[in-house]
């Protein structure tokens, strides 16, 4: 009768889609019945079995769909370089409530201060939560929206921008936009503020100079940063490039040498 009613429990784990569940069924009611667990033990156990191996799929599923052009931790990070970053505020963003609060996060500043590497460091630890992420430069965002509104198909290209809980969008304000990849950057903004969905974005310029990336409109521009800004962490980062730093480095070792 045993038998019986373990087949059932490993079909009804099938049909439900608990595979993992199905596949350790047999090796976690042995270890059950060897150290007489309860039945709520045994139960949890298997859930919790299902539930990593779920998560552990997401994971890979959301690394592979943010499309980061490479990889960045907050403890790589040099805090003592750049001492405009709050070592604080970033420990903050890494627990992640910005994504439950919708709030977006501005890290603005010159070239090469480590602008990329908190975006990236950030939103990692979302895809480690199993949670989507969406990595794009401004450039190529308009660029592929304006393409898909040409070919007819710009409402899923949107969808692809404003899906994921957290959208970044990197180097805003490095190229001027046209006046219709300005429209199509807002509606981006737009969407996801509707949706209470966050963008972490980084920009050269200051936002006092946003007329100048929404095609010299200064309405658009106000109107996005307000949206932006609602409910946001704004970091300015000074100081100068790190790659500059290191030039300047190898420079001195080589003349010293």
Not at 6 to 33: C, N, P, Y
Not at 34 to 44: I, P, R, T, V
Not at 112 to 135: E, N
């Amino acid at each position: 009768m045993s038998q019986i009613y373990e087949q059932m429990a490993l079909d009804g784990l099938v049909d439900l889609k608990m595979t993992k569940a199905a596949e350790v069924l047999d090796s976690i009611t042995q270890q059950a019945a060897a150290n007489e667990w309860s039945y709520s033990h045994f139960l949890g156990r298997l859930i919790e079995s299902e539930q990593q191996f779920r998560l552990e799929k997401n994971i890979t599923m959301a690394y592979k769909m943010a499309k980061f052009p490479y990889l960045k931790s907050i403890e790589d990070f040099d805090f003592k370089a750049q001492e405009s970053v709050d070592r604080k505020v970033i420990d903050e963003l890494a627990t992640g409530r910005y994504v439950e609060e919708g709030r977006c996060i501005a890290l603005i500043g010159p070239p090469g201060v480590g602008k990329t590497h908190l975006a990236i460091a950030i939103a990692k630890l979302t895809c480690d939560k199993g949670r989507r992420v969406y990595f794009t430069t401004a450039v190529d965002m308009v660029r592929k929206l304006n393409k898909a509104m040409h070919e007819n198909r710009l409402h899923r290209a949107l969808q692809m921008m404003t899906h994921p809980s957290v959208l970044v969008i990197d180097e805003v304000g490095y190229l001027e936009l046209s006046k219709s990849e300005a429209s199509l950057m807002f509606q981006v903004i737009c969407k996801r503020y509707d949706f209470g969905s966050p963008i972490i974005l980084t920009s050269n310029k200051p936002f006092s100079q946003w007329g100048d990336i929404f095609a010299n409109d200064p309405v658009m521009a106000s109107a996005a940063l307000d949206r932006l800004l609602h409910k946001s962490t704004v970091i300015n980062i000074k100081g100068d490039s790190y790659r500059l730093k290191e030039k300047r480095k190898a420079g001195g070792q080589i003349m010293n040498g």
